[in-house]
């Protein structure tokens, strides 16, 4: 029988601002914590209740955290720079594993999350016991660009960006630049997790 749950809230400082996380910890909580990256217009409370869900049902801690710019963690201090899946693996990942002091975990990413997770697990493979991908973008595809443009266009209709408000507040604006600027780029247009991929091993 599932286990009862147990939810907290965290603060995590990082150099350029302070991380919104919250976790779910089953009583008896057993294994690797489950660690989870949001997609591009995500943040924690866009899971829903798939987190604790999650974590009833396999017994283990999982983690969700807003990326800087993102939820209700501090604002990104500029425009999103183009190595942002880098930055995640390569700042956010070792706050949040000294914050919830986890030996190992298991990085679980959706969308660009999903990236995030293998760059993770690329970067820091003895952290991570295993890694669970959902629609993980490993290139950048013409009808992601085609996509995303659509979604440009949507958003742009009078009332729309409310809907991201609700989840970002005064940061919607920024996070829906960050996405749409970064993926329909010229710069970001070669950009594949081939290198990461090649590096994950177990």
């Known amino acids: 029988m599932p286990s009862a749950v147990v939810t907290r ?18 009583a008896a909580a057993h294994g690797e914590p489950i660690l989870l990256l949001h997609d591009s217009l995500g943040c924690v409370t866009l899971w829903r209740d ?3 869900q999650l974590a009833r049902h396999t017994g283990r801690q999982v983690i969700a955290y807003d990326r800087l710019g993102f939820g209700r963690s501090d604002p990104y201090p500029d425009a999103l720079p183009l190595d942002f899946i880098e930055e995640e693996a ?3 990942f070792p706050l949040l594993q000294a914050h919830f002091d986890f030996e190992h975990c298991i990085p679980f990413g959706h969308s660009v999350g999903g990236a995030m997770a293998v760059t993770c ?8 016991a295993a890694l669970i991908t959902e629609s993980a973008q490993a290139f950048v595809e013409q009808r992601t660009r085609d996509g995303i443009r659509a979604a440009e266009q949507e958003f ?3 009332g729309q960006l409310e809907r ?12 829906l630049r960050a996405w749409v600027d970064t993926w329909l780029s010229d710069e970001f247009s070669d950009w594949t997790l081939d290198a990461q991929l090649k590096q994950v091993k177990w």
Do not use: M
């Open 9 to 26: 809230e965290h603060w995590i400082n990082s150099h350029q601002g302070r991380l919104f996380a919250q976790d779910w910890t089953p």
């Open 50 to 52: 798939f987190p604790e």
């Open 164 to 175: 991201l408000q609700k989840y970002h507040g005064d940061k919607a604006f920024w996070v």
């Open 156 to 158: 742009a209709r009078e």
């Open 121 to 128: 697990a690329a970067r820091h493979p003895q952290a991570c």
């Open 90 to 92: 390569r700042d956010s």
